[in-house]
């Protein structure tokens, strides 16, 4: 589950126990059920025929769109995900539309000029744009053209639907990685910055520790084997109760994202949740809404492996300063990017978009 999907799964299970009736509609390359519950609300999933450019299309996907369209009072996207803009006219919607705009693209650029016509109508027609953050509405020309209705809605996150670590797995964690070492959680794309981060880590000490896996994976460990480091643990995919034992346990949250596609940074949000000092890279989004300069954390240049290697040696050698940056992250997370405050406001919006805007596809 990447970021934009524990998005959703928070609103939908939040939403439904504030009345709005939920469902999730994605795409699956699996064999799975057409529909099941997942936290109280149903997720139906089409069958995904092909990907282009990290977009999933599917051709079942249209018709079963369209039947739970027909019941809902609100439609509500995630973007970017071009196939649901060619769903969109297809089927003809007419109702009240909510669009999260998650991110520019940034990378297909050749793809983005076929793209564009179709973007623009899409996004003309939504009657409303949530921006995660007033960072990435300020420096987004996409956004800029359709401000007269952008309503701002950061991110949030329930502490509570996190699991607890058994003592045995926090032991467990503490005698593999020692009591103080730098964490990385995420999906690792070309856009996460953690080439940067191993370029960082040459001449140190301090362990860092990266969690996740993703399409570049072999390459950044290839990489690091050729520099010769051994302070940095590729952990790959764990299960959520050894990701919260690693948050909890972990020094510093490192967020060396380097591009405009990481538009908020959710494993970031949570790094300020388990109360931890944050590294991260100024690159005109979230990230830096989230990680406040100095308050928070520390914030470098991006592409920058010098300056993120300063930050994560500064952090290292001032441990009253990191306890006070992380005590200063989980009160703007408190504050600021709980799941309730996320979840109240789009019911907020749902409601003015419908009056009787009872079910939510």
Known sequence: MGGIEQVINQIARAANKMGVQTDVLSLTPERAPRTTEIDGYLAHRARLDFQIASTGFSASVFLRFAQLAKKADVIHY???????????????????????????????????????????????????????????????????????????????????????????????????????????VGVIRYYKGLHILIEAAQGSEFPIVIVGAGPIEAELKAQAAQLGLRNIHFLGHLPDEDKVALLTLCYCVLFPSHLRS???????????????????????????????????????????????????????????????????????????FTADQMVSEYVKLYRELSDDALKVI
């Open 262 to 336: 990481e538009a908020f940074g959710i494993s970031l949000l949570e790094g300020a949740m388990y109360g931890k000092p944050m590294i991260s890279s100024e690159i005109g989004t979230g990230t830096t809404f989230i990680n406040i300069a100095d308050e928070t954390g520390l914030v470098v240049p991006p592409s920058d492996p010098l300056a993120l290697s300063q930050a994560m040696r500064y952090l290292w050698e001032h441990p009253e300063q990191a306890a006070d940056m992380g005590r200063r992250a989980e009160e703007r997370y408190w504050q600021h």
């Open 78 to 184: 995630h973007f970017p995900w071009p196939l649901m803009d060619m769903v969109h006219f297809a089927c003809r919607v007419k109702k009240p539309t909510v669009l999260t705009y998650h991110s520019d693209i940034i990378r297909q650029k050749h793809l983005l000029k076929l793209y564009r016509p179709l973007k623009w109508k899409f996004l003309a027609d939504v009657s409303c744009i949530v921006a995660t953050s007033p960072n990435y509405l300020a420096t987004s020309d996409v956004l800029a053209n359709h401000k007269h209705k952008v309503r701002v809605i950061p991110i949030g996150l329930d502490k509570e639907t996190y699991s607890s670590p058994s003592p045995n797995k926090l032991t467990y964690w503490r005698d593999r990685l020692g009591p103080k070492f730098f964490l990385f």
